[in-house]
């Protein structure tokens, strides 16, 4: 949903689209055509760029929803899961089939760090956790949909060479 409430922007996945939908219409205003296959998306904090995951083909779409036209992040896998950082200047992106979040500057599109999530999630979800489940808090650790992952344990377990004030940063960025 947009930021407005008024539009409402469905990934199709395997179809490689999103659409843009008028929900109180239910008519399907835009298709944005890519090809791939588009995972999560998230607004900028103003609700006018679309942030688009794009698994296959290895970046991250940014809408314009003013005009419809499009640019492309490169990633360094394929993205699923997308947020938008707590000050709104970076995106994290799950590689998930990697076993990393890509941190991009929103404003260059530059990739600022590749942080280490989980050994690389294999086709089984039955033996690891996705990756891309995970999104950063505000308090030094990693929500999930299921539980919450405090940054001595990604430490510990995930990332050797972090410290706590690293991942607290990582968290943070």
């Known amino acids: 949903m947009d930021p407005h409430g ?10 490689g689209t999103v659409m843009e939908v008028d929900w109180r219409a239910m ?8 090809s791939g296959r588009p995972q999560d998306m ?4 103003d609700g006018q760029l679309l942030y688009v995951a794009n698994e296959f083909n290895n970046v991250v779409h940014v809408i314009k929803l003013a ?24 995106l994290y992106v799950g590689l998930v089939f990697a076993g990393y979040v890509q941190v ?20 089984s979800r039955s033996t690891t956790m996705a990756a891309t489940s995970w999104s950063p808090t505000t308090v030094g650790g990693w929500t999930s949909s299921s539980r919450t992952i405090r940054s001595s344990r ?6 050797p060479t972090a410290t706590p004030a690293s991942a607290a940063a990582s968290a943070t960025a």
């Open 6 to 15: 008024k539009l409402l922007y469905v990934a199709t996945r395997d179809g």
């Open 27 to 34: 008519s399907v205003t835009r298709t944005f055509t890519f």
């Open 42 to 45: 998230a607004f900028s904090p």
């Open 67 to 90: 005009t419809g036209t499009f640019t492309n992040i490169p990633l360094a896998g394929g993205g699923e899961g997308l947020a938008i950082g707590n000050n709104g200047d970076h």
């Open 104 to 123: 991009v500057d929103r404003k260059s599109g530059e990739t600022v760090r590749l942080i280490l999530s989980a050994a690389p999630r294999v086709r």
């Open 154 to 159: 990604l430490r510990r377990r995930h990332h």
